[in-house]
């Protein structure tokens, strides 16, 4: 069952689900726009065009094509100069959530910070072998 939510572009209420972000008037405008910039990349002699020169042909803002193509609602592989942002640097993308630069960042990191938290459980291994002592209470022993 969705929640009831103010719709993050016209701020009615509207019963949220996992399907829609936004309510039924404001999703059947985001339908519109999406006829409108499919129709227009559609035609053979727009297929290549940039996401700058869909956006300027269509009066679709730049934020809701990226919206249709992170949906599926455009497939990229048909239109191969169109994208979206990297969630990290903001480089066009055709799929995932971060461009191969970042991805490739983010594993150096993280491989980094294994090889350190294996030092430093290295090292208290260590600490804690070295910190042993064993005293033998000589008067035990008579």
């Given at each position: 069952m969705?929640?009831?939510?103010?719709?993050?572009?016209?701020?009615?209420?509207?019963?949220?689900?996992k399907f829609r972000s936004v309510c039924e008037?404001?999703?059947?405008?985001?339908?519109?726009?999406?006829?409108?910039?499919?129709?227009?990349?559609?035609?053979?002699e727009n297929r290549m065009a940039t996401l700058m020169q869909v956006v300027r042909?269509?009066?679709v803002e730049e934020s809701l094509i990226h919206k249709f193509i992170k949906?599926?609602?455009l497939q990229l592989?048909?239109?191969?100069?169109?994208?979206?942002?990297?969630?990290?640097?903001?480089?066009?993308?055709r799929e995932g959530?971060?461009?191969?630069?970042?991805r490739d960042e983010?594993?150096?990191?993280?491989?980094?910070?294994?090889?350190?938290e294996e030092r430093q459980r290295q090292e208290q291994t260590k600490t804690t072998e070295r910190a042993t002592?064993?005293?033998?209470?000589?008067d035990f022993l008579k």
């Open positions: 969705g929640q009831l939510a103010n719709c993050p572009q016209c701020g009615s209420l509207y019963i949220q689900n008037a404001c999703y059947k405008k985001e339908d519109q726009l999406f006829q409108t910039v499919y129709e227009y990349i559609r035609k053979r042909a269509t009066g949906q599926g609602r592989a048909q239109f191969p100069n169109l994208g979206y942002p990297c969630d990290q640097c903001g480089t066009l993308i959530k971060i461009c191969v630069e970042c983010l594993k150096k990191e993280l491989n980094t910070m294994k090889e350190i002592y064993h005293v033998i209470d000589r």
